[in-house]
């Protein structure tokens, strides 16, 4: 049986990919940060009896991080990992402390970092396995008012494409899945790094913002859809690069070879919402 971990599994796509997993002949060690909220996953993979073992995981301390995957390897070689745990947050830059923008790379970027640098070595040596990122839609096109998390899934997205290279020649696949808004906890885990102010002079910013997940909570994308095309992306008999997840993903994909970057750098001007929302429709495809 396959081995694969996942990491960030309490809840959302890192519970759903673990089951769908589990459910479809994969050894799943589920990685989280805080045992106490294990009951939901446990629970879920008891009532269908699945090969789902959930360990201790902080992917932002590397003596758990060496610790986690000493466990994983009694059972094996890792043949999948899935890096999805992570942070968000809605704010300016100039609002942003540093502090928190720090650790939104600690955690998005750096953390997926040590778990790659665990299981690479063997997965080069045997010449096969196959790692998994969880980036997001706005890892493919930088975003206002999210620079913070847009930044750090740009870094992730950059390490997963020059990794693949690097990897290729070894037998070793490596994937971007780019969801869109998916419904998930990760709006109400963020909401300390998430700021909206009626009197700020940022505040039409925010609010677009805020629009934007608006039009993607009225799609309910479900966490489920994404185990899906994680499943999909590690067992296609041809490579694919990226995969993005959900009408807003893949809208603003194709945007981001058509659409100057100068011209959505003129969005940021004082527009009207009717004429900010005509725009992003014709660009991106997306209704707010």
Request: charged share 20%; with cysteine; net charge negative.
């Amino acid at each position: 049986m396959k081995v694969a971990v996942v990491t960030g599994t309490s809840t959302g796509i890192g519970l759903a990919t673990s089951l769908h997993l589990g459910r479809n002949g994969y050894q799943v060690f589920a990685g989280m940060r805080n045992l106490a909220k294990a009951e939901s996953l446990q629970q879920a993979a008891a009532a269908e009896s699945l090969p789902i073992e959930v360990v201790s995981l902080d992917i932002c301390d590397s003596d758990s991080v060496a610790s986690a995957f000493a466990t994983v390897a009694g059972s094996g070689p890792v043949d999948v990992l899935v890096n999805n745990a992570g942070i968000g947050g809605a704010s300016p830059l100039e609002l942003t402390p540093l502090a928190e923008h720090k650790q939104m790379f600690e955690t998005n970027y750096f953390g997926a970092v040590r778990c790659i640098q665990a299981v690479l070595p063997d997965m080069r040596e045997r010449g096969s396995g196959c790692i998994v990122n969880i980036t997001s839609a706005v890892g493919l096109q930088a975003t206002p008012n999210q620079i913070a998390y847009s930044a750090s899934k740009w870094a992730l997205e950059c390490l997963g494409e020059a990794l693949a290279h690097e990897m290729y020649r070894f037998g070793v696949r490596v994937v971007n899945i780019e969801p869109g808004v998916i419904m998930t906890s990760i709006f109400e885990n963020s909401t300390e790094q998430t700021r909206y102010d009626k009197q700020s002079p940022y505040q039409p910013l925010m609010r677009r913002n805020g629009k934007v997940f608006g039009a993607g909570f009225r799609r309910a994308v479900q966490a489920d859809i994404v185990a899906e095309t994680i499943l999909e992306a590690i067992t296609s008999d041809d490579f694919q690069m990226r995969w993005p997840v959900g009408a807003d993903a893949e809208g603003l994909m194709a945007a981001r070879h058509v659409v100057p970057s100068e011209e959505w750098v003129r969005m940021g001007a004082d527009l009207s919402d009717q004429e900010y929302n005509e725009k992003f429709k014709t660009y991106f495809g997306i209704d707010l």
